[in-house]
Antibody, heavy 121, light 108 residues
């Protein structure tokens, strides 16, 4: 079974930094693109960052460009999101999401449990 | 950026009945690259449909998708208790990939 177990997150002051981690199991991690998708409280979904299977291609939403960095360690089956210069509007549940990849990029077939990031003073 | 609009905002349906949800794109979705997700309260979204009409792993055939171009539909036949949730459409034909605002299916 595919499992994506997230860690990190929590409260942080505006302007602060936080690192999210996602441990993958049950599939060949290095063969799949991965994503971070967030959901502000009571709101819809936004894909904030994506990374290709070997990390050669990355994508950032305009809302986080220059502040967030996505990375992966295929030897450790892990995905990361380094978040800096955090703002109140970054408050959201962040999901680690596997990209189905085989058919197309952008099909989000497995989701982690989500972790809440709260940016507030 | 492709903007997705979903209707209605809320759909009230009785168990056992059919639900029809709509998703409209601001421009043509390339290769009909349209997916649907279900999100139950307090849970992560779950992939239901991709490629407009292909069911995800383990998704029952009560869920079906159709459409093309800019207009897409998710149909849920014979609603069961676990189907009362929020449904999101998403296009992945053009970056940035975008989601619709969601349709809440509630018990009538």
């Amino acid at each position: 079974d595919v499992h994506l177990v997230q860690s990190g997150g929590g409260p942080v002051n505006p302007g602060g930094s936080l690192r999210l981690s996602c441990a993958a199991s049950g599939f060949t991690f290095g063969s799949y693109s991965m994503n971070w998708v967030r959901q502000a409280p009571g709101k819809g979904l936004e894909c904030v960052s994506s990374i290709s299977s070997i990390g050669s291609y990355v994508y950032y939403a305009d809302s986080v460009k220059g502040r967030f960095t996505i990375s992966r360690d295929n030897a450790k089956n892990s995905l990361y999101l380094q978040m800096t210069s955090l703002r109140a509007e970054d408050t959201a549940v962040y999901y680690c999401v596997r990209d189905e990849t085989v058919t197309s990029w952008g099909i989000f077939d497995y989701w982690g449990q989500g972790t809440l990031v709260t940016v507030s003073s | 950026e492709i903007v997705l609009t979903q209707s209605p905002d809320t759909l009230s349906v009785s168990p056992g009945e059919r639900a029809t949800l709509s998703c409209r794109a601001s421009q043509r979705v390339r290769s009909n690259s349209l997916a649907w997700y279900q999100q139950r309260p307090g849970q992560a979204p779950r992939l239901l449909i991709f490629g407009t009409s292909n069911r995800g792993t383990g998704i029952p055939d009560r869920f079906s998708g159709s459409g093309s171009g800019t207009d897409f539909t998710l149909t849920i036949s014979r609603l069961e208790p676990g189907d009362f949730a929020v449904y999101y459409c998403q296009q992945y034909g053009s970056t940035p990939w975008t989601f619709g605002p969601g349709t809440k299916v509630e018990i009538k």
